[in-house]
């Protein structure tokens, strides 16, 4: 802690006013920061605050979603060696899947965290202003919902695009429209789509080496090809619930993802309302598929629907962006409840998109404004109407 | 509560011959409110009175009422003796509306701050306290009383909605409210500041019935003194719940909400009694008894005082340590004063905490010690029992406003805080008015400053607000 604050005195003077490295000064400051919370005291208003912070805020989030990310190490490694029938049990070469996990996740998200802080940073420094913590989450998020084959330069090319046209371009954190995190998806999906769709990019390796047979197809272009019979001789539930699946690297284990919204929930980060709003919408209208005998995932019933794709990871990370969800305690639900139907929507119903969490919460995004909007004018209305 | 203080002001009562609680109380529900956060901290106000030595001098605030020019017209040089209760400075829009001396006594200095606005006019008390004597109104002329409360200065002690300013004289408040208890941090035990001051309280109310078209309508918590209960023609309210429930605003909002083109005013219990004492005696007593609150006061208790008294008798040997912030009010709303300031204006707590000056290796992952919170993040927020000792650092730096839901957890109103904040940032007049800002001042959404997790000066950017509004009306 001494060494932290000699260290953080001795470079001090370059970044105060009249330093050589005056204009870095926010640089610095996130780095002081982050090491010691400042012994500055509150100048006006209340004389005491809540111990928590942005930062506490954001690595609460980020704390939820090392199972996923833990899992999804492993289970990268788990599905190359399954593909070349090395290891295909559960249980062989747990520490040849892991290093082989740790090669593809860790560049990923060195590099989503590199390209997305040098930005933030440079922002901050040519904006004046602090550098926020948002991109702590994000920067975890954007490897999470990649494919483990997608190349670095991409990973870096889409952080890029999403932290400049997604967040900086609107005015920085808490300004955003769209959710960061999906933005550089959402780029990478319709710039190189080879990359992010079909059945040979979820599972690391060269295909060549993958044993006679194998298909790599994920449960979700088994269902809606084959529906409920093909989907039942490819995987099973608890296959689905825990997750050794091919997939995005964070998104296929129910078990991970819920220990990550247990956190979300318990802390009070994540809106609850959202993630089950989004979830009870989803086995809805996923049951109103089944029973009305809809040709794709024919069959299928609503608890598969679950644990298949990423719903879940898109309603317990994705919907609760605070900044992109809806704002208003009411809004939430109806938010939520949109985003369960139209996602489910997109991915039965649509042919051109093998999965619609993504689609259909950057829409929501756009109209969670709207649905505020409907809430606040209530509001106003209920008050304006009494001074009549 | 002990039963005794129950039993007091009841037998006074009984002495003047007023009617029995049963047939006076008029309400009948208790109004619930969920929403707040009672913060418990360390160093409550036990109810004793502590014997200190006098205050040598008092102060005048009038940065403390919004609605005085940061330079009124001062009506007394310094160097001046003056009687308690003249007049010491005016509005220079409304000349009606005066500050008067709390003490008799010589001007000894006029404090100024920045762009020379007058902080402070400091009297220094005689040894006693010589009134100036006023004609004694009839408590059913709303003329004499309103004349004998302006020409005395007591009229600054009313308080005007929206915006909080002083009340105009021009005006007939819809209805004038009093919060009979005060659930801030630490608050004084509003019932025990009463004892002593039943008789004038009961007819400061009076006094106030004739001031308005409509009703005075009193705040009181579910186990409150008879005193509150049977207050004449006061209409009584129950409330019961966390922080703020206590705040007149929110009361207000349950009671009978501001809505656009009214004006109500709000009024202290204490200052009811101010008021009583002078409609009775003709005198502007501005008798004020203050708690000393807070975990670095060696002995807190309640002290008798007047209007703007001079803090230094109260820490004289009597502070824990050094670095202390000095808090004239509650942690939440009050105003920083240094050791040789003044109480402000409407104050009735004083508080000292600790200086949280010191910075924390990763505090905010490691927190060193225990803080209040709201964020189940920490795990002092599963002890609901636990009292903090709290010091005056912000536990963070201010951010781009990102978490939702926080503010409305502790405004038990509604409304829609965080939203108002946001228009008010952007001058949306529109939605400002239609979110509300009427019907609230700073007191009544300063949980939501102590909860931000972007540590947003809430209060700040509403008074901005207020006054932007003010100014477009």
């Known amino acids: 802690m001494k060494v932290f604050r000699g260290l953080l005195n001795q470079a001090k003077p370059h970044f105060t006013k009249g330093g050589k490295l005056e204009k870095f000064h926010y640089a610095y400051d996130a780095f002081e920061t982050f090491l010691f919370v400042p012994g500055e005291t509150c100048s006006d208003g209340t004389h005491i605050k809540d111990g928590i912070d942005l930062k506490r805020t954001m690595f609460t989030v980020v704390v939820a979603l090392l199972p996923c990310l833990l899992f999804g190490i492993w289970n990268v490694g788990h599905q190359h060696y399954s593909a070349t029938g090395e290891f295909p049990a559960l249980a062989a070469g747990l520490v040849e899947k892991v290093l082989l996990g740790l090669i593809v996740v860790l560049p990923m998200v060195v590099v989503s965290y590199s390209v997305g802080l040098g930005i933030e940073f440079a922002f901050a420094i040519f904006r004046d202003h602090p550098v926020n913590e948002g991109f702590l989450v994000t920067g975890m998020l954007i490897p999470l919902i990649m494919p483990p084959t997608v190349p670095l330069w991409m990973v870096g090319l889409a952080t890029a695009f999403a932290v400049v046209i997604g967040k900086e371009a609107f005015g920085g954190t808490g300004m955003n429209i769209l959710n960061v995190a999906l933005m550089a998806r959402v780029f990478l999906f319709f710039a190189y789509p080879p990359y992010m769709a079909g059945d040979i990019v979820w599972v690391a390796g060269d295909p060549s080496r993958f044993v006679d047979g194998y298909s790599g197809a994920t449960p979700l272009a088994v269902a809606y090809s084959g529906g409920l019979a093909a989907l039942d001789k490819s995987y099973s539930l608890e296959q689905l619930f825990w997750g050794a699946i091919p997939g995005s690297i964070g998104e296929t284990s129910v078990a991970a993802i819920g220990l990550g919204a247990l956190i979300l929930v318990v802390t009070g980060i994540g809106s609850w309302r959202i993630m089950l709003s989004v979830i009870v919408a989803a086995a809805a209208t996923g049951l109103l598929f089944q029973v009305t005998g809809i040709e794709p995932y024919s069959g299928v019933p609503p608890h598969y629907h679950l644990v298949m794709g990423s719903v879940l990871f898109a309603a317990v990370f994705m919907a609760t962006d605070p900044v992109t969800a809806a704002q208003t305690q009411p809004g939430k639900y109806v938010y939520g409840f949109l985003i369960g139907t139209s996602g489910m929507v997109i991915r039965v119903l649509n042919p051109a998109y093998p999965e619609g969490w993504m689609l259909a919460i950057l829409l929501m995004n756009v109209f969670a404004p709207l649905i505020d909007h409907g809430f606040i004018s209530a509001n106003m209305k209920r008050r304006n109407a009494r001074a009549l | ?473």
């Open chain 2, 1 to 473: 509560m002990s039963r005794n203080k129950q039993d007091e002001p009841s037998e006074i009562m009984a002495r003047s011959g007023a009617i029995p609680l049963s047939q006076l109380v008029r309400d009948s529900a208790i109004i619930k409110l969920t929403r707040g956060l009672s913060l418990k901290l360390l160093g409550s106000a036990p109810s004793v009175r502590l014997a200190l030595p006098p205050s040598a001098t008092f102060a005048l605030k009038p940065v403390d009422v919004p609605g005085f020019e940061p330079i009124p017209r001062l009506l007394h040089q310094v160097g001046d003796t003056v009687l308690a209760g003249d007049p010491i400075v005016a509005s220079k829009a409304t000349p009606e509306v005066v500050l008067s001396a709390p003490v008799s006594g010589e001007i000894v200095e006029v404090r100024r701050g920045d762009k020379r606005a007058i902080t402070e006019i400091v009297i220094e008390a005689g040894r006693h306290v010589d009134f100036r004597s006023f004609p004694k109104p009839r408590l059913e002329s709303r003329d004499e009383i309103r004349q004998i409360l302006l020409t005395s200065g007591a009229w600054a002690l009313l308080r005007q909605r929206p915006f909080n300013t002083f009340a105009d004289p021009s005006v007939t408040p819809r209805d004038i409210f009093v919060s009979c208890f005060d659930s801030a941090p630490l608050a004084p035990d509003t019932g025990f500041l009463m004892h002593g001051r039943e008789e004038a309280f009961l007819t400061g109310l009076r006094a106030l019935g004739a001031l308005t078209a409509g009703n005075v309508h009193l705040g009181v918590k579910p186990n409150s003194i008879d005193l509150f209960r049977r207050a004449g023609d006061a209409k009584v309210h129950t409330f019961d719940g966390p922080h703020p429930a206590g705040a007149v605003g929110v009361q207000i909002h349950h009671i009978a909400p501001i809505a656009k083109g009214d004006v109500v005013w709000t009024i202290k219990a204490q200052d009811v009694a101010i008021i009583g004492t002078l409609v009775t005696d003709g005198i502007f007593d501005a008798r004020r008894t203050v708690a000393l609150t807070g975990s670095e006061f060696i002995r807190t208790g309640y002290v008798d005082t007047r209007l703007g008294a001079a803090v230094a008798p109260f820490l004289a040997g009597n502070l824990k340590s050094e670095l202390v912030r000095l808090i004239s009010g509650n942690v939440l709303t009050g105003k920083k004063v240094q050791p040789v300031g003044h109480l402000g204006q409407f104050d009735d707590q004083f508080t000292v905490i600790e200086e949280g000056d010191q910075p924390e290796f990763l505090g905010w992952l490691l927190p060193s010690y225990p803080r209040p919170t709201l964020s189940r993040t920490f795990l002092s927020y599963f002890l609901p029992n636990r009292k903090f000792a709290v010091n005056s650092n912000p536990h963070g730096e201010q951010r781009a406003l990102v978490m939702t839901g926080e503010y409305e957890r502790v405004v038990p109103m509604d409304l829609y805080p965080q939203h108002l904040i946001k228009a008010i940032l952007f001058r949306d007049y529109d939605q400002i008015e239609g979110l509300g800002i009427y019907e609230v001042v700073e007191e009544d959404l300063a949980l939501c400053e102590f909860a931000c997790t972007s540590k947003q000066p809430v209060q700040r950017i509403l008074r901005e607000g207020l006054d932007w509004m003010r100014g477009e009306a």
